[in-house]
Nanobody, 122 residues
Framework: VQLQASGGGLVQEGDSLRLSCASS????????IGWFRQAPGKEREFVAV????????YYADSVKGRFTISRDKVKNTVYLQMNSLKPEDTAVYHC????????????????WGQGTQVTVSS
């Protein structure tokens, strides 16, 4: 499955952004989709994940209560709504797909999008 992440940009602290992870593949709706981020000089870290049904979600503690992951099966897209953004949210955000259960480890994901840059200024 091919993934295309978009929606990043330069915003101020406290602003919101919505990232999209789209796919043209017909099997996209059967994958668990995760969002990860990687800041300069740091390892890629888990942000959020959603089950293939959309009924199960899980978040990193650092974004819980501020970020919301959702999916639209008609549009073959998974969204990451990011509110109350902080400078420490600055990173390249990647979406990834797995046939496994809800997992939060980079190595559990088989397919990755190219990433979209999010920069939050203070």
């Amino acid at each position: 499955v091919q993934l295309q992440a978009s929606g990043g940009g330069l915003v101020q602290e406290g602003d919101s952004l919505r990232l999209s992870c789209a796919s043209s593949g017909r099997t996209f709706s059967t994958y668990v989709i995760g969002w990860f981020r990687q800041a300069p000089g740091k390892e890629r870290e888990f942000v959020a994940v959603i089950s293939w049904t959309g009924s199960g979600t899980y978040y990193a503690d650092s974004v819980k209560g501020r970020f919301t992951i959702s999916r639209d099966k008609v549009k073959n897209t998974v969204y990451l709504q990011m509110n109350s953004l902080k400078p420490e949210d600055t990173a390249v955000y990647h979406c990834a797909a797995t046939k496994s259960y809800i997992v939060m480890t980079v190595g559990d994901y088989s397919y990755w999008g190219q990433g979209t840059q999010v920069t939050v200024s203070s």
